[in-house]
């Protein structure tokens, strides 16, 4: 088992910047998992964010994020990075890493869940 810690997260201006770490420690394989980032806003389920697989070549967005977010890891120090551009204030939410399981961007398919880290964007 893996525990993941995110950091990063604040209150920032619709238009601004942030970017999230997800730091990985414990008996963990970390370069040779496929890692991804969820978020959850109030009332909401949790949604898939973004994804990476263990080599770090090779990313998926979800659309609302495309062009705006960017997923990427360094597994020599054993870190997972989202940078956050552009940021809306639909992107408010609490924002959580997690180890693929599986395939798909379902939540059941992600395990040792770190304990997220707020983001809130305003007008």
């Known amino acids: 088992q893996v525990q993941l810690v995110e950091s990063g997260g604040g209150l920032v201006q619709a238009g601004g910047s942030l970017r999230l770490s997800c730091a990985a420690s414990?008996?963990?394989?970390?370069?040779?998992?496929?890692m991804g980032w969820f978020r959850q806003a109030p009332g909401k389920e949790r949604e898939f964010v973004a994804r990476i697989n263990w080599s770090g070549d090779n990313t998926y967005y979800t659309d609302s994020v495309k062009g705006r977010f960017t997923i990427s890891r360094d597994n020599a120090k054993n870190i997972m990075y989202l940078q956050m551009n552009s940021l809306k204030l639909e992107d408010t939410a609490v924002y959580y890493c997690?180890?693929?399981?599986?395939?798909?961007?379902?939540?059941?398919?992600?395990?040792?869940w770190g304990q997220g880290t707020q983001v809130t964007v305003s007008s």
């Open positions: 414990g008996r963990t394989f970390f370069s040779s998992y496929t």
């Open positions: 997690a180890r693929a399981t599986g395939f798909g961007a379902s939540p059941s398919s992600y395990a040792d």
